[in-house]
């Protein structure tokens, strides 16, 4: 079932030109997390304020639940709408007790607020820290308490902005795989916001990905990675390399060498071949293999970039083994593990 269903969904703002988001269609099922990721700019908290209530598009219409929220002129008010929020600042209340602080959200009719708040609290892992202030806790701590006033009043679907994005890189590995693992055990639906690929990549069952205001792809993780719709997306999640070939009878002339392949045959002379920077190997021997100069290095601990050029300077992108040592100016060969072909037009 569906939890969340936008459909046409466009707006733009007064002062503006261009449209903030622009025929948004998508749906968010029951116990989903739906990441949604673009650049800064590409619509992501406007479409969270629209789901929320804090804005009304100019056209489409928002589902929750199976309840229309929005159509036309119809609007449900944003504090009827039963959605919880999480802000890339957690905006706790300073001078209330955590304890207090997740008590706020949850409603009279909801019974006993303590019980709940306490029992939300140990979900996410505090129930030792009821009566500490927000200041007294960590980043990834506070974050949590954020997370559990959202999900106290047990919100139809949680919207996280950016919610990851105040803790440093190291922490931040800890608590997105936290947040996963509380928002999963609660059975609750999200959308979550972010401008980085690997929190969205690691956290999300699907990923819907924005540029400029328009959905680009919305699939899982595994499937925008391996067979994205458009460059736009292919660059998105980390760099493909584009070789530009002539297709013959039995392979793919380029200008690193021939690629025999089968899958020539149903191409008519100029293509290209694209491919993720790990599915290049190193080969001891130009036997049926590709050659390249070595132009630059760039060392990351687990892994190195190896820029290879061919004779014109056109480059690759290899991914090696941190241990292998490239000379400069050197010959590697390599042959391309797999790769998509495309018609250049
Ligand atoms: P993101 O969250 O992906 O960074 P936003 O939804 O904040 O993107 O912004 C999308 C576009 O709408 C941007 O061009 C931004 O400048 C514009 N925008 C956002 N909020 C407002 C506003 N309140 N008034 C006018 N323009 C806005
Ligand atoms: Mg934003």
């Not at 804005?55 to 639940?65: K, N, Q, T, V, Y």
């Not at 500490?132 to 990834?140: A, D, E, F, T, W």
């Not at 699939?219 to 067979?227: A, H, I, T, V």
């Not at 056109?314 to 000379?327: D, E, G």
């Amino acid at each position: 079932m569906n939890i969340l269903r936008l459909q046409g969904i466009d707006k733009k703002y007064a002062s503006s030109e261009d449209y903030a988001v622009k025929d948004i269609s998508l749906e968010v099922k029951q116990g989903e997390i739906l990441a949604l990721v673009g650049e800064s700019g590409s619509g992501k908290t406007t479409l969270l304020r629209l789901i929320s209530g804090l804005e009304h598009p100019d056209a489409g219409s928002i589902m929750l639940s199976g309840q229309t929220m929005v159509q036309g002129n119809k609007s449900v008010p944003a504090n009827e709408r039963n959605v919880g929020m999480v802000f890339q600042d957690y905006a706790l209340f300073p001078h209330l007790n955590i304890l207090d602080n997740v008590k706020f959200g949850i409603r009279d009719s909801q019974g006993n607020a303590q019980d709940i708040a306490k029992e939300t609290l140990k979900l996410v892992g505090l129930n030792e820290k009821y009566t500490k202030y927000p200041h007294q806790l960590s980043g990834g701590q506070q974050q949590r308490v954020a997370l559990a006033r959202a999900i106290a009043p047990n919100p139809t679907i949680l919207l996280l902005d950016e919610p990851f994005s105040n803790l440093d890189v190291v922490l931040k590995d800890q608590v997105r795989e936290e947040i996963r693992q509380i928002i999963k055990k609660s059975g609750i639906t999200a959308l979550f916001v972010t401008h980085d690929t690997r929190d969205a990549l690691s956290t999300a069952d699907r990923v819907a990905i924005l540029h400029k205001g328009y959905l680009q792809q919305l699939d899982s993780p595994k499937r925008l990675y391996e067979n994205p719709v458009n460059p736009y997306v292919a660059n998105f999640f980390g760099r493909r390399n584009q070789v530009l070939a002539t297709a013959t009878d039995d392979g793919f002339y380029t200008s690193f060498g021939f690629i025999a392949d089968e899958r020539s045959r149903n191409f008519q002379n100029k293509v290209k071949i694209l491919f993720r920077p790990e599915e290049i190997k190193i080969k001891k021997s130009l036997r049926q293999a590709l050659i390249g100069t070595v132009r630059q290095c760039a060392y990351f601990g687990d892994h190195q970039m190896v820029r290879l050029a061919d004779e014109s300077g056109k480059c690759v992108y290899v991914r090696a083994s941190p241990t292998r040592h490239f000379i400069k100016g050197s010959r590697v060969f390599f042959t391309i593990r797999s790769f998509k072909v495309e018609d250049a037009f």
